[in-house]
């Protein structure tokens, strides 16, 4: 059910960003909540930095911010519209959901390689781009997890 409103949170976001919303780029985010933090289960990482349902780290935002979306005007104007100002950028990373959606998809849109189609090459997208090989995570976690939740 948590997946299925994630979904749908999604869509709007990508409407309200004209974000393309093929399956595969939509599984992609989907999967990275359900490995990341089991949609949410987790919204501040135990002993560490990462925040929300995808556990991004404060300092990941504030490059994605500082590298990439001050240099792209439509970005920027949607920075400003979905970011709480009155909150700071930890804040926003743990409680604004369509903040979260929205750098989430802008971390993975600085990637040049294509999000890929079949479900274990996108686990392997992920462990490759987001979790990296200094990461715990594994591409058989990402595909179980999403199995799991995303019903």
Same mark, same amino acid.
């Given at each position: 059910?948590?997946?299925?409103? /994630?979904?749908?949170?999604?869509d709007?976001?990508?409407? $309200? @960003?004209?974000?393309q919303?093929?399956?595969?780029?939509?599984?992609? %985010?989907?999967?990275? *909540? @359900?490995?990341?933090?089991e @949609?949410?289960? !987790?919204?501040?990482? %135990?002993?560490?930095?990462?925040?929300?349902?995808?556990? +991004? #780290?404060?300092?990941?935002?504030?490059?994605?911010?500082?590298?990439? +979306?001050? !240099?792209? #005007?439509?970005l920027? #104007?949607?920075?400003?519209?979905? !970011? %709480?100002?009155?909150?700071?950028?930890?804040?926003?990373?743990? =409680?604004?959901?369509? =903040?979260? %959606?929205?750098? @989430?998809?802008?971390? =993975? $849109?600085?990637?040049? #390689?294509?999000?890929?189609?079949?479900?274990?090459?996108?686990?392997? !997208?992920?462990?490759k =781009?987001?979790?990296?090989?200094?990461?715990?995570?594994?591409?058989? *976690?990402? +595909?179980?997890?999403?199995?799991? /939740?995303?019903?």
């Open positions: 059910m948590i997946v299925k409103q /994630l979904r749908s949170a999604i709007d976001i990508f409407t $309200l @960003c004209n974000f919303k093929s399956e595969n780029v939509i599984d992609l %985010i989907v999967g990275t *909540a @359900c490995v990341e933090s @949609c949410g289960k !987790y919204i501040k990482q %135990i002993n560490g930095p990462a925040c929300g349902i995808f556990q +991004i #780290e404060p300092n990941t935002a504030k490059d994605i911010q500082n590298n990439y +979306i001050k !240099y792209r #005007e439509n920027k #104007e949607l920075h400003n519209l979905l !970011y %709480i100002k009155k909150l700071t950028l930890e804040q926003n990373l743990m =409680y604004n959901l369509a =903040y979260q %959606i929205f750098i @989430c998809r802008v971390f =993975y $849109l600085r990637i040049k #390689e294509p999000v890929p189609n079949d479900i274990k090459d996108i686990a392997n !997208y992920w462990k =781009y987001y979790n990296t090989y200094l990461g715990k995570g594994t591409v058989e *976690a990402f +595909i179980n997890k999403k199995e799991k /939740l995303d019903v």
